[in-house]
């Protein structure tokens, strides 16, 4: 049973305005919550975060905003520039960290067109 | 250089062969991870270590085996490789709950 869904496989967004990109969990044991980009033949990279303490977190033009009572969490990319196309990995932790690592969803092509 | 690398970053070998990828990292994080990652399912978590001599399975450990003798590596290791191995897989290490990756090996399976 998928504890982490991305039911968006891709999504294409012109260049300048807002992607947005969701994110379910079941497991009402995560308690932190993370999103990964990652480009063609190189590894995942840590992009933003957020704690089950917030509903929101923002850095520069990414923002990620989470309902816990939905068990949803999006992020917001303003404006999307060319860059930005990627693969997007949603993630969550429910150890704090170690044992059992991160649980990933399967990941939403972003393409941006130009 | 300080991080995470993984070598080969391509391999091919022929089914039934055995096969090891390694990963080594700089940063002495006590938690390693080996993920495989497939179209359609994203990134699955094979086999994990909290520390030297500790190892535990994940979610897809059939066909692998991991040891850790020393903190700073981490190999896997396709004792008979399978064409469903054919994959890209990613070696991972913790710090706190965040993950630095490495740059992956593309492993293909003939």
């Known amino acids: 049973d998928q504890q982490v869904k991305q039911n968006s496989p891709s999504l294409s967004v012109q260049e300048g305005r807002i992607s947005i990109l969701n994110c379910d969990y079941t497991?009402?044991?995560?308690?932190?919550f993370l999103w990964y980009k990652k480009y063609p033949a190189e590894g995942p990279t840590f992009l933003i975060s957020i704690s089950s303490i917030k509903d929101k977190n923002e850095d520069g033009r990414f923002t990620v905003f989470l309902n816990k009572s939905a068990k949803h969490l999006s992020l917001h990319i303003v404006p999307s520039q060319p860059g930005d196309s990627a693969v997007y990995f949603c993630?969550?932790?429910?150890?704090?960290?170690?044992?059992?690592?991160?649980?990933f969803g399967k990941g939403t092509h972003l393409i941006i067109q130009p | 250089d300080a991080g995470i690398t993984q070598s080969p970053r391509y391999k091919i070998t022929e089914t039934g062969r055995q096969v090891t990828l390694m990963c080594h990292q700089t940063?002495?994080?006590?938690?390693m991870f080996w993920y495989r990652q497939d179209l359609g399912h994203g990134l699955r978590l094979i086999y994990y270590?909290?520390?030297?001599?500790?190892?535990d399975k994940g979610e897809v450990p059939d066909g692998y085996v991991v040891s850790r003798s020393k903190t700073e590596n981490f190999p896997l290791t396709l004792e008979s490789a399978t064409r469903s191995q054919t994959s890209v897989y990613f070696c991972?290490?913790?710090?706190?709950?965040?993950?630095?990756f490495g740059q992956g090996t593309r492993l293909t399976v003939v």
């Open positions: 497991n009402s044991m995560f308690d932190y």
């Open positions: 940063w002495s994080h006590s938690y």
């Open positions: 991972a290490s913790t710090e706190g709950v965040l993950a630095f």
């Open positions: 993630a969550a932790s429910a150890t704090g960290g170690g044992a059992d690592g991160l649980t």
């Open positions: 270590s909290a520390a030297a001599d500790i190892t």
